[in-house]
């Protein structure tokens, strides 16, 4: 028969099983910084986009060029702090008149950090990071990018249609871009029913800069900035 005392014992002086004890501790920091932090930046935008897409593309114009006028129109602008169109955007809010703030993140292959961030914090932890682009943000604005940029696109998506998080806008940019994806929401998702008709309400798909500042603003004209009553349990539980 197995002995579960000697094995509770072996595994209580396992080197392995307490470094991964003491990681709590890391993440546990890593929350505390960030929620002290980003709670003074708001209002703040989170944006999304590309870290392949080099500075000739027609897409890091774009993203400088909302970067700057989101940033003018008074939100601090939150990327993750990366290069391509993260540093894009963290380019044109340096520019403007509201914090640019990067959320960096520590890889095996180094992440280099861009040079256009008012206040840099960095992670080791994705799912940390991830919360902190959600917790504390007015809007997503989500140009070009691969699976990293998909990955927080879903994540926000599923967070407001399960009400973990507040309803806020979600701008998809570049609407050829997205034209496959929105297309395969519609004969896919919806014709199986995974989502309902409602879910397509929760993004917009803008062009220009101007639009996703008018967004913005439309979103917010009736309710104000200021979560109410209803938006403050998922934003204190989140």
Same mark, same amino acid.
């Given at each position: ?14 080197? !392995? ?35 392949? +897409? ?12 909302? =970067? ?13 702090g ?9 380019? =044109? ?7 640019? &703030? ?47 940029t998909? $990955?927080? +696109?879903?994540?926000?998506?599923? +967070? &407001? ?7 806020i ?13 929105m ?11 995974? &989502?309902?008709?409602? $879910? ?6 803008v062009?220009?800069p ?13 309710? =104000? ?9 998922? &934003?204190? !539980?989140?």
């Amino acid at each position: 028969m197995k002995d579960k005392r000697n094995s509770s014992t072996r595994a209580a002086g396992d080197p !392995d099983l307490t470094r991964e004890s003491w990681k709590v501790f890391q993440i546990m920091a890593e929350f505390v910084e960030g929620f002290e932090r980003l709670a003074r930046i708001k209002p703040s935008v989170s944006m999304f986009g590309s870290a392949r +897409l080099p500075a000739e593309s027609p897409f890091y114009k774009l993203a400088e060029e909302i =970067g700057r006028l989101v940033s003018d129109a008074g939100f601090s602008v939150v990327t993750g702090g990366g290069p391509g169109l993260m540093e894009a955007f963290n380019k =044109g809010a340096y520019a403007g008149r509201s914090a640019s &703030i990067g959320l960096n993140i520590q890889l095996p292959q180094e992440q280099i950090a861009n040079h256009f961030q008012d206040e840099a914090l960095y992670f080791r932890h994705f799912f940390s990071r991830k919360v902190m682009f959600v917790k504390y943000a007015s809007a997503y604005v989500v140009l070009p990018g691969g699976f990293g940029t998909l $990955d927080e +696109l879903a994540e926000i998506l599923t +967070l &407001i249609q399960t009400g973990k998080s507040r309803r806020i806008p979600v701008i998809l940019v570049h609407e050829p871009f997205w034209n496959g994806l929105m297309q395969w929401f519609r004969n896919a998702l919806l014709a199986h029913a995974t &989502i309902s008709p409602m $879910d397509m309400d929760l993004f917009v798909v803008v062009d220009t800069p101007q639009q996703v500042v008018e967004a913005i603003f439309r979103y917010y004209e009736q309710r =104000g900035l200021a979560p109410g009553a209803p938006d403050k349990a998922p &934003i204190l !539980d989140l």
